[in-house]
């Protein structure tokens, strides 16, 4: 099955730029979505096919997948923005399956 | 608005038996699946599998084919996620969470979760 390789935390100061990997073989040929969960709520699409922003979501908020690296880039970094985040494929080659990546612990310092 | 609402906090003995629900609104039930996903305590998400509301076609995570069961009832727009025998391992947060009708959409909308508490 597909494996998705994410960092287990990232830390940034308020105002700087966050970026979140995503690893796997060959995720470039793949679409990425991405999910932020804060404490005791339900995720929340943040990203979609690889670079797409849901209405709502703010333009600090970008992504990129080329290569065996999805990236998801945080700009401008709020005191908000402390959250996990999860990234997402659907996996072609194994009856459809969904996989998640196993989470990064974003902290703003 | 489109909305995932599911049924309340579980608390069950381990060999019960257990049906949770997700009633979709504010969207055509029918037009989008709806896939179920588990956060055990402290953990990361798992897709557990998904079902297609306007057929009932499921397919399932092999980590979890077999240990519990997806359905729908589209006359009341609902989705449920059912369990034989519970066991204190499935204790974990459940949520559904709605995705477009072509493999590898996102999911775009997610219920606000059910807790499923396992304990003797």
């Known amino acids: 099955s597909y494996v998705l390789t994410q960092p287990p935390s990232v830390s940034v100061a308020p105002g700087k730029t966050a970026r979140i990997t995503c690893g796997g073989n060959?995720?470039?040929?793949?679409?990425v979505h991405w999910y932020q969960q804060k404490p005791g709520q339900a995720p929340v699409l943040v990203i979609y096919y690889d670079s797409d922003r849901p209405s709502g979501i703010p333009e600090r908020f970008s992504g990129s997948n080329s290569g065996n690296t999805a990236t998801l880039t945080i700009s401008r970094v709020e005191a908000g923005d402390e959250a996990d985040y999860y990234c997402q494929v659907w996996d072609s080659s194994s009856d459809h399956q969904e996989v998640f990546g196993g989470g990064t612990k974003l902290t703003v310092l | 608005e489109v909305q995932l609402v599911q049924s309340g906090a579980e608390v069950k003995k381990p060999g019960e038996s257990l049906r949770i629900s997700c009633k979709g609104s504010g969207y055509s039930f029918t037009s989008y699946w709806i896939s179920w996903v588990r956060q055990m305590p402290g953990k990361g998400l798992e897709w557990m599998g998904r079902i297609d509301p306007s057929d009932s076609y499921t397919n399932y995570s092999p980590s979890f084919q077999g240990h519990v069961t997806i359905s729908a009832d589209k006359s009341i727009s609902t989705a449920y996620l059912q369990w034989s025998s519970l066991k204190a391992s499935d204790t974990a947060m459940y949520y559904c969470?709605?995705?477009?009708?072509?493999?590898?959409?996102?999911?775009?909308?997610w219920g606000q979760g059910t807790l499923v508490t396992v304990s003797s």
């Open positions: 969470a709605r995705q477009g009708r072509y493999y590898g959409d996102p999911f775009d909308y």
């Open positions: 060959n995720i470039g040929s793949k679409s």
